[in-house]
């Protein structure tokens, strides 16, 4: 009798130590994918601080800023849902909406006039790569849901053509740089790069009118000047050729 009790005594305690470790790892794994999401959630909010500081150089909207400022919410949100403990999160919570409040009251449209391009090129690219970043942001919260249609068509198109300003500017002033540096080759090519990346614009604006003009201008005048110059090479050649055929031909001196 007793030999079977202690067999169901083993076999009990074995269950429940399996039961128990299962429970744990259950619990381990939840508390990573917790760590993880939370990990997660702080790069959204450290990555969106840092394009709305990016703001400050570049002239965007309000109603951009409020959705990018929604998204650090959003990202807030999940963190205090996730681990309420989390140091902080109330006073972060409470600032991040009162900021939301501060974009919403106002909502003064922002003109694409106000550009203004970097004067270094390290800046501009950083300048690129912000405009890029924020139309990617833009975008990931409309899928979610997040940004109406009406909204997101208006500002995905003034950052496109934020980014247009500056490639067409930035290859306009190496243009101007390599004129000014006799480099004609190389100018012709960064106006022919500026001319195509304005006839990829579906619905012209009045910049993107006036700027091809100012540029099909600018091309016809360095094409002008490479003839001209391949014209002067060519008779300095031919002049220089029958130099030669007439010192070749022509009568020895005697001595």
Known sequence: MIFPIIIVLIVSLIVMAIIVNAVQQHR????SEKRIEVAKQKNVIDETEEIILATEHIKVSQQLKYILQQRIL???KIIAQINPSVMDINSRLEAANNKLKEFAGNQEPVSSDSFSLP???KQVVVYIKC??????????EYT????????FVVEDKFLERLQLRANVETLMRRGESS???QQLGSARQCIEKAITALDSQAQPDDYIIQRK???EGKLKQIQDSLRSANTEDVLKRKESERNELDE?????KKW
Do not use: H
Not at 133 to 139: E, F, T, V
Not at 248 to 252: A, H, I, Y
């Open 28 to 31: 381990n794994k939840v508390e």
């Open 74 to 76: 959003n990202a807030l």
């Open 119 to 121: 004067s270094s090129d």
């Open 131 to 140: 405009v890029k970043k924020m139309r990617g942001l833009l975008r990931s």
């Open 144 to 151: 979610k849901g997040r940004v109406d249609s009406s909204a």
């Open 179 to 181: 004129i000014q540096a």
């Open 213 to 215: 003009q100012e540029l």
């Open 248 to 252: 070749l031909f022509s009568e020895k």
